[in-house]
Structure formats: structure tokens, C-alpha cells
């Protein structure tokens, strides 16, 4: 499922596919996706270098280079504390494999 409703996120007939990220806490969360044509490609830090044909993704994030296979996903967590908070980052890296456009669902009514 593809939200929030914009025309720009339809994935097109030149598009690869989607590479995605959210940020969330506190009760409050923002999701960005963005769809790229070619490789390498690069947005926030991560770099997807190379897409396999069974789906494997080769990709640099932060000073870190990462092989995901389909279906498994890279996890950090880190826990920092102050004298009235403690605050724990999580990053994950999840290869969702590829996915069929016929299957792909515009929220909020867009045609797919």
C-alpha cells in the first residue's frame, strides 16, 4: 500500500521501484517514499547499488555496506539516557523482495 494519496508516488513504466523510510515518536510518525529509474541510487544516507534478479540488494548506509537477500533485514538499536529520559533509535533496513505493480494499492482512491 502506497499513502498518502499523491499522484507523484504512482509508480511509472521507467520507475525500478520504490525505496522508503518513516520516522516516528512520541505518538507521532512521518513516512517518505521515493520512486527511482536507475541505479546507483541515493536518498537519506542509503545508497541501493545493486538489485539482483532473485531479488538480493546491495546497498551503503552511513559508512556500512550491506547485502540483504529477500525477506531479511539489517537492525540497529541504540539506548541513550539523560536524568529524565531515556531514548532508544532504532534503524531497520528490510528487503520486501520484489513485488508485483498489479498488487500495488494507491491509498485513498488513486487508480493504480
Do not use: H
Request: proline share 4%; net charge negative.
Amino acid at each position: 500500500m502506497i499513502y498518502p494519496p499523491d499522484p507523484a508516488l504512482k509508480l511509472q513504466l521507467d520507475d525500478m521501484g520504490y525505496v522508503g523510510w518513516w520516522i516516528g515518536g512520541g505518538g507521532y510518525y512521518v513516512n517518505y517514499i521515493r520512486r527511482f529509474q536507475r541505479l546507483p541510487f541515493s536518498t537519506n544516507g542509503l545508497t541501493l547499488t545493486t538489485v539482483l534478479e532473485d531479488g538480493t540488494v546491495f546497498l551503503e548506509y552511513m559508512t556500512m555496506t550491506l547485502t540483504l537477500i529477500p525477506g531479511t533485514e539489517w537492525l540497529r538499536r541504540t539506548v541513550s539516557e539523560t536524568t529524565m529520559c531515556v531514548f532508544t533509535n532504532t534503524e531497520r533496513i528490510i528487503n520486501y523482495n520484489f513485488q508485483e505493480r498489479d498488487n500495488i494499492v494507491y491509498y485513498n482512491g488513486l487508480i493504480r
